[in-house]
Nanobody, 125 residues
Framework: QVQLVESGGGLVQAGGSLRLSCAAS????????IGWFRQAPGKERELVAA????????AYVDSVKGRFAISRDNAKNTVYLQMNSLKPEDTAVYYC??????????????????WGQGTQVTVSS
């Protein structure tokens, strides 16, 4: 059983930056691929960024490419999402999720094994 705890959310003005953290416990962290997802009110949950077991492969939704960066530190059991040039449309609850299968994290959200509770990100205009 893997537990995931997100932190780092908050209120920021448009153009600002935030760094989200996802701390994991209860499993072998390096065995899991991690995804950051977000869900805005009235919208479906969407994948924002994903990273494989070692950090050697990453993926992003088009709307955040060039602004967000996902990284991981396996020694600290933590994955980060650096968010720059934030826009009001980035406002959402952000969740991290873990699964041993990178394809599942990237494309099969309903099969992902473990989820955090989420952290709110609000970008004001």
């Amino acid at each position: 059983q893997v537990q995931l705890v997100e932190s780092g959310g908050g209120l920021v003005q448009a153009g600002g930056s935030l760094r989200l953290s996802c701390a994991a416990s209860g499993g072998t962290f390096s065995s899991y691929c991690i995804g950051w997802f977000r869900q805005a009110p009235g919208k479906e949950r969407e994948l924002v960024a994903a990273i494989d077991w070692s950090g050697g492969s990453t993926a992003y939704v088009d709307s955040v490419k060039g602004r967000f960066a996902i990284s991981r530190d396996n020694a600290k059991n933590t994955v980060y999402l650096q968010m720059n040039s934030l826009k009001p449309e980035d406002t959402a609850v952000y969740y991290c999720a873990a699964d041993p299968n990178y394809r599942v994290v990237r494309a099969l959200v309903g099969r992902i094994l473990y989820w955090g509770q989420g952290t709110q990100v609000t970008v004001s205009s």
